[in-house]
């Protein structure tokens, strides 16, 4: 009998499973109550070895969420918006000893598959390998709604399920599975209506635990380098005569970025307006941002080559392209383009246009806010006028980026320290690093770009590890010129675990949490062709 592929298997999420997870989410929770792409992309990057995904027949039909935290975290009260990030998973904590499930769902289709306990068992054997003491989590009770009047508390209404007065199909079965109930969790979800917003926290003990767990908790500092070399152009805008020669100008920088050994490169927002200076004659607006759009397909193309001949990572300014938005109409987006090394090309569309943008350009606000990975960590881009819009970099921050890039354009000083007050800002708040790139010069025949003023930064988080002032290093105002730095991600993890302040680890879930919806511009759209 010839061999056949298996059609059920359990297997590690993956980025590109995301957006199947998320369909299956709607499926079992609903459209309210679902995971977002966007937090499921940060509990894969945070802690890829404790994601998992059912399979059957290539279609997922199941998903489980886990992370190691601290026995102290895991066993003090908690609600699931605490314990889980809002949803966006934690990286494991270095002193973490236990795996906390926070998500298993299955396809109420394949469900007498035992898909539940696959899942399950993969926990299990996620905790043996890393030697943890135990796994902890906190599950529905169901039942307990419907016989409320019977149990006052949950407390009572459990101790009748242990006893088998009463049987609760959740409890029942995580019982069966060898996890011992520790006690309830009042407000654990509050709109959980059949449980009475309460959970029971369980908790399976590890046979096979050391007394000392001497093994490495898979942080991302076994994921990522210890230190990241960056560089930021500040760009001159000049007149020139012919697209060859803005390309030569492009790839001078990304040559001495190169020959430092940086791993990223940064360009500024709109540089490749300076293509506009080549046109005989001024263009009004409207135009202009229409004939800039022509250039997206050779853009696009010369700055992958540039990434690959290079071997850097290229963050490419921001470029005005065409999208399609349905019905045969399109409108232009001003959109980041992140080249990476391995060739793979990733768009960042600017959410915030200025009023200027708006009025000027007509440039449409775009949709999405993904982290990139890549191979020295997550990142995430926000173009100009979006840094100054706080959520937005908590947003990359919670889906795991450790460095914020943020190629701007502005015309004064005091537009300009709008980007670098905001950005500082940034580094503080998410304790990441932030990286800006500026115009300079002036392009007198092209509306709206005739004079600029920056002063291009890498800075950093505000605690011992770094810089004193917060800058690793800046730039020389309205000179065409390059900074490089060092930034450690050593240094960046610790403080985020160990730092004077911890500004992550202390947010108030019981308090706030920002929602993002889900729209058209999650997945991205297609940008047209030039015409």
């Known amino acids: 009998m010839d061999q056949t592929k298996a059609k059920l298997i359990i297997r590690p999420a993956t980025v590109s499973d995301v957006a199947a997870i998320a369909r299956l989410s709607v499926k079992v929770y609903g459209k309210a109550d679902a995971f977002t792409r966007a937090e499921l992309r940060g509990q894969i990057i945070n802690f890829p070895e404790g994601q ?44 973490g000893d236990v795996l906390y499930g926070f998500e298993v769902c299955v396809d109420p289709d394949y469900r007498r598959l035992r898909i539940g306990q696959r899942l399950y068992r993969k926990r299990r054997e996620v905790c043996q390998y890393f030697e943890l003491k135990g796994i902890a989590f906190a599950g529905r009770m169901p039942g307990y709604a419907r016989r409320r009047r019977q149990y006052p508390t949950a407390a009572e209404y459990l101790q009748a399920v242990k006893d088998k007065k009463v049987r609760d199909q959740v409890i029942n079965f995580q019982m069966n599975e060898g996890y011992e109930p520790r006690g309830i969790l009042p407000d654990y979800i509050p709109a959980d209506r059949d449980s009475g917003g309460n959970a029971v ?12 767990t001497g093994k490495a908790v898979p942080g991302l500092k076994e994921r990522v380098p210890s230190s990241v070399r960056v560089a930021t152009v500040q760009f001159q805008m000049r007149k020139i005569e012919t697209i060859d020669q803005f390309e030569a100008q492009v790839e001078y920088w990304i040559d001495v970025a190169a020959d430092y050994e940086s791993d990223f490169v940064v360009f500024p927002e709109l540089f490749t307006l300076e293509l506009l200076s080549i046109e005989e004659s001024k263009l009004e607006p409207a135009a202009a941002i229409e004939k800039i759009a022509d250039y997206t397909e050779r853009f696009t193309e010369f700055m992958q080559r540039m990434a690959v001949s290079y071997n850097i990572n290229i963050i490419g300014g921001s470029h005005p392209t065409r999208v399609k938005t349905g019905k045969g109409k399109s409108e232009i987006r001003n959109i980041a383009y992140t080249f990476l090394r391995d060739g793979s090309v990733h768009e960042t569309q600017k959410l915030h246009p200025t009023p200027s943008e708006r009025k000027w350009w007509n440039v449409r606000g775009g949709y999405g806010a993904n982290v990139i990975p890549t191979d020295c960590g997550p990142i995430g881009v926000m173009i100009c006028y979006d840094s100054e819009f706080p959520e937005l970099a908590r947003h990359l921050v ?4 450790l460095m914020l890039f943020v190629p701007f354009c502005t015309d004064e000083r005091r537009g300009y320290l709008r980007v670098r007050y905001c950005c500082q800002a940034r580094a503080v708040e998410n304790q990441c690093y932030v990286v800006t790139s500026g115009v300079v010069g002036n392009l007198p025949n092209v509306e709206n770009m005739d004079v600029h003023y920056a002063e291009s930064a890498i800075l950093t988080p505000s605690d011992f590890p770094f810089a004193r ?14 900074a490089i730095a060092d930034l450690s991600l050593d240094a960046l993890l610790t403080a985020r675990q160990s730092g004077a302040v911890q500004n992550l680890k202390d947010r108030r879930f019981d308090l706030y949490r920002i929602e993002w919806t889900q729209q058209q511009g999650d997945a991205g759209l297609i940008p047209l062709p030039s015409q």
């Not at 046979?207 to 000392?212: E, G, H, I, Q, S």
């Open 52 to 95: 998992f995904v059912a399979e059957y027949e290539g279609k997922v039909v199941g998903h489980c969420a886990t992370m190691i935290v601290t026995a102290d975290l895991a066993f003090k009260p908690h609600t699931w918006e605490e314990i889980s990030n809002g949803g966006y998973g934690r990286i494991p904590d270095p002193e």
């Open 201 to 212: 926290l369980m908790y399976w003990a590890n046979p096979l635990a050391p007394r000392d």
């Open 398 to 401: 919670n889906q795991g980026a």
């Open 469 to 482: 002032d917060g800058v690793a290093a800046d730039t020389a105002p309205n000179t065409e010129t390059i």
